[in-house]
């Protein structure tokens, strides 16, 4: 997936956001590129966890009937 191939350059190299997406690296336009790669990283993990508390409760469920 694109956006955690490119949050997990960023956590491990000093290059921008905004260089990894091939932009300006202007300061102020590489904090917002940067706070929105963590957010949407932040959002992806939040789903996949959702998703994975959902199977939980059906296979509970599943095993109490």
Do not use: F, W
């Not at 949050?7 to 917002?32: C, F």
């Amino acid at each position: 997936m694109i956006i955690l191939q490119n949050s997990d350059q960023l956590a491990n190299n000093p290059a921008s956001a905004m260089e990894l997406e091939g932009g300006d690296t202007d300061p102020v336009v590489d904090h917002v590129a940067t706070a929105r790669v963590l957010y949407l990283c932040e959002l992806i993990v939040n789903i996949n966890i959702s998703k994975n508390a959902e199977k939980v409760i059906q296979s509970k469920s599943s095993e109490l009937s």
